[in-house]
């Protein structure tokens, strides 16, 4: 059961309306790394999750705090299209753009001023669950594949790619309000990378998974001959001076082994067999010339 506090985790709440910065701060709620994306995988990771209690109300935990976190970007986001007083007006009528819509222009107008026109469209003047195109958010942004350690590195990555975009729209505005709410957001994905990090190397530690993915699948059905090997596949040997291409393998089961000039080891291509007349795709041969 979730219950709402009527308060937000943090402020969000921009010193003045800013319906250009407004789209562009859709990405970071909708898109493919935003707050949707986050909070919905967490939530699936811990209600599909079967392993020992304290992975399953960690990962509960921070998928409800994304809850939070999508309250607080589509409020900003909200708050960034609002009317403003006076004076802001008045500033803000400087820039063709925000000016449009605060200058009380037509709709036409406000349409080709940069802001997203569906805010005034579809929602109007709030948020949706869209990236900073207009693109809907989607489901298959979400990872929830019941193995925990291929999961919490995806984490990582999410978190990283959420953090990346965060900093980047923070350069993007100087507004005072928006740079302190990014500023917590920016500091709970610190938070949440070492989190991941923290909760693999206890996945780990506990034995419930290791390196590769998944551990329980018997290491001798693989062509082990070919588990270790860096293959050089482009111009250039500049790879073999990286880790990954001597020495032993972070799993401690090999060496990594570098392939100069690899060797294709499958059979030479063939033609396919003829498809079914009745699919009308091209056929092998030319086809016959209709009877007259």
């Avoid at 880790?243 to 060496?255: F, I, N, S, V």
Wanted: hydrophobic content about 40%.
């Amino acid at each position: 059961m979730f219950f709402r506090t009527n308060q937000f985790q943090y402020n969000a709440k921009p010193d003045r309306p800013d319906p250009v910065y407004a789209k562009k701060l859709q990405e970071v709620l909708g898109g493919q790394w935003g707050e949707i994306s986050v909070m919905m995988t967490y939530l699936f990771q811990g209600w599909n999750c079967r392993a020992p209690v304290k992975y399953r109300d960690m990962i509960l935990d921070i998928g409800t705090e994304e809850i939070a976190h999508v309250e607080m970007l589509a409020t900003m986001i909200a708050r960034l299209l609002e009317t403003s007083p006076v004076e802001a007006q008045e500033e803000a009528a400087k820039s063709s753009a925000v000016g449009a819509i605060l200058g009380g222009s037509r709709l036409e107008d406000v349409l080709v001023s940069g802001m997203n026109p569906q805010h005034a469209i579809v929602s109007g003047l709030g948020a949706t669950p869209t990236d900073s195109v207009g693109y809907p958010w989607n489901a298959r942004y979400t990872i929830a594949s019941g193995n925990l350690l291929a999961d919490f590195r995806f984490n990582v990555t999410a978190e990283s790619q959420g953090r990346l975009q965060v900093c980047r729209l923070y350069e993007m505005t100087d507004d005072p309000g928006v740079r302190d709410m990014l500023s917590f957001l920016i500091a709970r994905d610190t938070m949440h990378q070492n989190q991941w990090l923290a909760a693999i190397a206890e996945l780990e530690a506990d034995g419930l998974e290791a390196t590769p993915v998944p551990q329980s699948f018997p290491q001798d059905l693989e062509k082990s001959e070919v588990a270790y090997q860096f293959w050089n596949c482009s111009d250039g040997t500049d790879s073999k001076a990286g880790r990954w291409a001597k020495g032993p393998t972070p799993d401690g089961k090999g060496e990594f082994q570098y392939l100069e000039h690899p060797q294709p080891l499958g059979e030479t291509v063939e033609e396919l067999a003829a498809g079914d007349p009745l699919l009308h795709g091209t056929p092998k041969r030319p086809m016959p010339p209709a009877a007259s």
